[in-house]
Structure formats: C-alpha cells, structure tokens
C-alpha cells in the first residue's frame, strides 16, 4: 500500500518560487498517476498539475501553465511540483494525491484519487 507525504511549501514574495515534493512509500509511483490539487479558503479544491504515470502525458490548470511545471524522479520515489512567478492568487493549501494508473489517463478530479497526502500550505504575498 502506498503512502505519500508533500512537503516544501512556505512563504515567498510575488514572483518567488517553490519547489513542492511528494514522496511515496511503500509502493513505486511507476504504477501510480499523480496529481497535485490546491484548496484555498472558501473555495473548492482544484487541480493544479497531474501526470498520468511517471513519465506519462501531463495536465495544467490554465491560471499555471507557463509557470509550473511536474517532474519525477524515480530514483526517490519522488514526484515534484516547480512553481515559478507565483501570484498571491496561487496562496492555498497544496495536496499530493496519487491513484493506480490507467495508461496515458490522466485523472484531474478530486474524486479519482483515493490517497492523499496531509497537505502543505503555500503563501504567496504581494
């Protein structure tokens, strides 16, 4: 059974950048999709960036392409979100999900996903 777990948020200026992490034990992310979502306050919680397997197809949120990018290592089990040119309006808490791949599928709703991590908040100020 896989475990994941995000870490890397923080708080940086407009125009600052973040690298999130989301490690995975247990299990390889080869045979996962990954995604990350964001929840900020009062608002529903959105993907921001999925892939469908490790070095599989890739999905960004219109508000972030250009700006963030995914990445894995398979070597640390690790799956990586680089976020540059952050905007206040990028300030949310940040999720790590993973779900067991279905091909080139790339699943971009919250509910396809069935493990989660405990979440990492980003604040960007301006």
């Known amino acids: 059974e896989v475990h994941i777990a995000e870490s890397g948020g923080g708080t940086v200026q407009a125009g600052g950048s973040l690298r999130l992490s989301c490690a995975a034990f247990?299990?390889?992310?080869?045979?996962?999709?990954v995604g990350w979502f964001r929840q900020a306050p009062g608002k529903e919680r959105e993907a921001v960036s999925c892939?469908?397997?490790?070095?599989?197809?890739?999905y960004y949120a219109d508000s972030v392409k250009g700006r963030f990018s995914i990445s894995s290592d398979g070597a640390k089990n690790t799956v990586y979100l680089q976020m540059i040119s952050l905007k206040p309006e990028d300030t949310a808490i940040y999720y790590c999900?993973?779900?067991?791949?279905?091909?080139?599928?790339?699943?971009?709703?919250?509910?396809?996903?069935?493990?989660w991590g405990q979440g990492t908040q980003v604040t960007v100020s301006s």
């Open positions: 999900a993973v779900r067991r791949r279905q091909g080139s599928y790339i699943p971009t709703m919250p509910h396809e996903y069935d493990k």
């Open positions: 892939i469908a397997s490790r070095d599989g197809p890739t």
């Open positions: 247990g299990s390889s992310l080869v045979d996962y999709a």
